[in-house]
């Protein structure tokens, strides 16, 4: 017996000593024929997680791909459209969404011959991405100015809604351009679609906005809830949120009081994730030069929000993510500078803003061509996706064993 006691002992060592934990990061191979970045990730009620890209030709062909997590792999990727008149910009980049076979894809196409003259395109389709529809443009304005910064949702009934930045107001007669964005100011617009693209609804949400920031929204158990950088008159760019509410949506109010007065786009958008009527956005701000990038939750979807937590200061130059895990932990993404290179970050925090783990998951550059490192979850599964810049840039993606 006691013999006996003693192998199972020393096995149970020595599988102990064998059995190696998981890493942190485990990549997901990606096929790509030519130069990839711009990703961008989604995840459906259903919890099927899809990834949307672009690759550019040596001819500078733009083509718009997508591909579905098919057990812990990328299937194939598919083409869903592509074009060489294209607006490819390292912050305002297409996505792809997808409810019950119904999905929805959106990239920017030039529409004068102006650097910021591009229009929104949609394209959808009912077959699970085999077949896409022509492409339509959501904005009905006919005005030669700059459209983007989308964020589309699925709804019910094989609906999308959708929010972006507007420029027909930025075209003012004897306005002097600003940056190329037009004298004018930039608003902020949302609508509803059928599925074939007809508008069902239509709202401007806020006539003066930030010009070059992104937009994020989310569906809370109260409605849609929509949050964005705002600016006044004087050049001050906090945070706001609109809400749907009973079918009417609510007046811009600040997301916080802030008061960080800035000059020009910070090109750096918030991030919002919602899990019934709990609610986090993470963003990124610099007052008095000091960049901080900062959580606040909402247990009433949206309407009021905690004191927000800080997240990074000193170092960071924002580029957020946020996701909600099964446990109702958020996580956020976001990127630290040190000299010419970047560490992506990603940090769990618990629904009364205590930090559980924070770790480091790649190195990249602080360049632009890095672009925006994305996040998302599948109940309690992580996966990332980001651009490695270099001579030949390539869309990396990986599970986050965190």
């Known amino acids: 017996m006691k013999k006996l006691l003693v192998i199972i002992l020393v096995m149970a060592f020595l599988n102990a000593c064998t059995d190696k934990p998981k ?47 098919e057990n812990g792999q990328w299937a194939k990727p ?13 912050a305002d980049f297409p996505s792809v969404i997808e409810n019950n076979s119904h999905m929805a894809a959106h990239w920017l196409q030039k529409s004068d011959k102006g650097t910021f003259d591009y229009d929104v395109r ?19 304005d006919g005005v030669a100015a700059e459209h983007g910064f989308v964020t589309m949702l699925p709804l019910d ?23 190329g964005h037009g004298g004018g100011p930039m608003s902020l617009r949302a609508a509803i679609f059928d599925k074939d693209g ?18 994020t929204a989310a569906v809370t ?85 905690g004191k927000p937590v800080m997240v990074s200061e000193k170092n960071t130059s924002g580029r957020v993510g946020t996701t909600t895990l099964n446990n109702g932990n ?4 976001w990127l630290e500078n040190v000299g010419e290179k970047a560490s992506i970050m990603l940090a769990e925090y ?27 979850s599948n109940g309690d599964d992580v996966y990332m996706a980001w651009t490695q810049a270099g001579d030949q840039s390539i869309v990396k993606t990986a599970k986050i064993n965190f």
């Open 78 to 90: 598919q083409l869903i459209t592509e074009g060489d008149n294209w607006f490819v910009n390292w």
């Open 122 to 140: 949609v394209a959808m389709s009912t077959s699970s991405g085999d077949h896409w529809s022509d492409s339509f443009i959501p904005h009905k």
């Open 350 to 376: 618990d629904t009364m803003g205590t930090l559980i783990n924070k770790k480091t998951i790649a190195e990249t550059t602080a360049a632009r061509a890095s672009g925006f490192p994305v996040i998302t």
């Open 221 to 305: 158990d109260e409605g849609i809830i929509v949050i964005y950088r705002d600016r006044s008159e004087n050049e001050i760019r906090d945070m706001s949120v609109v809400r749907l509410v009973d079918g009417q949506w609510t007046e811009p109010k600040p997301l916080m009081v802030e008061l960080w007065v800035m000059p020009a786009c910070p090109v750096n958008g918030p991030s919002v994730t919602a899990n019934g009527n709990n609610v986090a956005v993470a963003w990124f701000m610099a007052k008095e030069g000091n960049p901080e990038v900062k959580l606040a939750f909402s247990k009433d979807g949206g309407a009021t929000f």
């Open 23 to 69: 890493e942190l990061v485990e990549e997901i191979t990606l096929e790509t024929s030519y130069p990839s970045s711009l990703p961008r990730l989604f995840t459906n009620s259903k919890g099927e997680t899809y990834l949307s890209y672009v690759e550019r030709t040596p001819e500078k062909v733009a083509k718009l791909f997508f591909s579905k997590l």
């Open 198 to 215: 007809n508008t069902l609804e239509e709202w401007e949400l806020d006539n003066r906005v930030c010009d070059c920031c992104q937009t």
């Open 330 to 333: 958020v996580l956020v993404s």
């Open 157 to 179: 009934n094989q609906r999308t809604f959708m929010t972006w930045l507007d420029g027909r107001n930025t075209k003012v007669e004897g306005e002097e351009s600003h940056g």
